[in-house]
């Protein structure tokens, strides 16, 4: 690839994600879309409809050997991501994929092996990667703001699972691939992962309902830090709360990007002045991961610190 000349770049799935990142990959100045693949024709012809000028294809397999790529990007559902990811790096393809990065660790293990072996560019779209209030968290630890941590609480409320927008992707709503370990704590695992050292599970457990899992509970030491994680499909607000409890100051993070300041009285909003983060932006991360610059994303060896986390809920209580 030449510097300087834009990123070809192909896209597997077509759901809700794929078709969000046709969209702003289409109107990013540093890519051109050269093909998509979806086995749905509905996808397909909605795609074709909105973005008439890629190549549309109903076999990722077919997008990955007949057009000429420098990357992918995989939003197909998560048993599928180690096979396509490894065909395309070892064809020489620079990789950004949705997490989780699988459902089996030894396909995890794999991904991470063929990408240490060959080199290639690779990245997992973790949202808080790049939300300015988890920087914003990032550098308040750096310039010891925060005091010692005496823990971090994860917690989160579903009144119904899978979440609306989701509800035609039908892999989210089951056991074997979705519920909401895999598609919403694993971004707030990964931020606690990079803000203080790898996790340890002490205790997790996990009811499971017709589809996915009704609840979960787990406890993780990240050094001599307790990180506390509960999740419940249950009646209620939909609630996404990570918070950081600092014996100077206290952090929160709820609905993706509002960042809360906690002390003695109470918590009280904080003002960011960064922009919040988007799929634009980690596009932009990936367009430096591909041209071997430092990026703020999450790359496969992080991606599978995270799937060993949520897969021990599964493993430990099957």
């Known amino acids: 690839m030449e510097d300087g000349s834009r990123i070809r770049l192909g896209i597997i799935g077509l759901g809700v994600m794929g078709a969000e990142m046709l969209e702003v990959a289409q109107r990013h100045p540093q890519f051109e879309v050269v093909a998509a693949a979806d086995p749905s024709t509905r996808a397909v012809a909605s795609a074709r409809t909105a973005h008439p000028g890629p190549a549309y294809v109903d076999d990722a397999d077919e997008l990955l050997g007949h057009h000429p790529l420098d990357a992918v990007y995989i939003a197909s559902p998560p048993a599928t991501h180690a096979r396509y990811a ?4 070892e064809a020489g393809l620079a990789v950004f994929a949705e997490k989780p990065l699988a459902v089996d660790l030894a396909e995890g293990r794999e991904m991470v092996r063929v990408a240490a072996a060959t080199g290639a560019p690779n990245a997992l779209n973790f949202v808080l990667s790049d939300r300015a209030a988890a920087l914003a968290v990032g550098d308040a630890l750096q310039k010891g703001q925060i005091g ?10 579903f009144p119904q699972w899978p979440r609306a927008f989701q509800e035609s992707a039908g892999w989210v709503a089951g056991r074997a691939q979705g519920g909401f370990l895999r598609e919403v704590a694993s971004h707030y695992l990964f931020l606690t992962d990079r803000l203080l050292e790898p996790l340890e599970p002490v205790h997790t457990h996990v009811t499971y309902g017709a589809r996915a899992e009704d609840t979960a509970y787990g406890l993780f030491l990240a050094g001599d830090v307790p990180v506390t994680l509960s999740g419940q499909v249950a009646a209620g607000p939909e609630t996404y709360e990570w918070t950081l409890l600092g014996t100077e100051r206290s952090y929160r993070i709820t609905d993706w990007a509002r960042l809360w300041l906690g002390d003695e009285q109470g918590w009280i909003p904080a003002d960011v002045d960064e922009p919040r983060g988007s799929e634009h932006t980690r596009l932009s991360e990936f367009a430096r991961a591909v041209r071997g610059e430092d990026t703020t994303l999450a790359d496969f060896a992080a991606g599978l610190r995270v799937q060993e986390l949520v897969e021990h809920f599964h ?4």
């Open 148 to 157: 010692t941590i005496r823990g971090i609480e994860l917690r989160f409320t």
């Open 315 to 318: 493993r430990e209580n099957r």
């Open 86 to 89: 490894i065909r395309a790096m």
